[in-house]
C-alpha cells in the first residue's frame, strides 16, 4: 500500500471530530511548504515585541516584579 493510501485509511478511521484539525494542519502544511509559515511567524514575533516594548507600563510592572522576585540590579 502506497503511503498516500495508507494516510487516506488512516483519516478514514479518525472520528468525525478530527476533520476539521485534519484541514488545519493540511493548510499549515501547505504554507510550511511555501515558506509563508517561517515568514508570517517572524513578522509575528516582531511585531509584537515592538508592541511590548512600546508598552511602557507593562515594562515597568515587569521590572519592578523582576526586581520584587530575584533583587534590584
Known amino acids: ?19 476539521g484539525e485534519v484541514f488545519d494542519f493540511v493548510g499549515y502544511l501547505r504554507k510550511k511548504h511555501t ?17 511590548m516594548a512600546a508598552d511602557t507600563e507593562r515594562e515597568q510592572e515587569a521590572h519592578e516584579w523582576c526586581n520584587a522576585y530575584f533583587g534590584p540590579k
Do not use: F
Not at 500500500?1 to 476533520?19: C, F, H, N, R, S
Open 1 to 19: 500500500m502506497t503511503g498516500y493510501a495508507e494516510l487516506i485509511k488512516e483519516i478514514d478511521m479518525l472520528p468525525p471530530k478530527y476533520v
Open 35 to 51: 515558506g509563508d509559515v517561517v515568514k508570517n511567524q517572524y513578522d509575528d514575533d516582531s511585531a509584537a515585541y515592538q508592541a
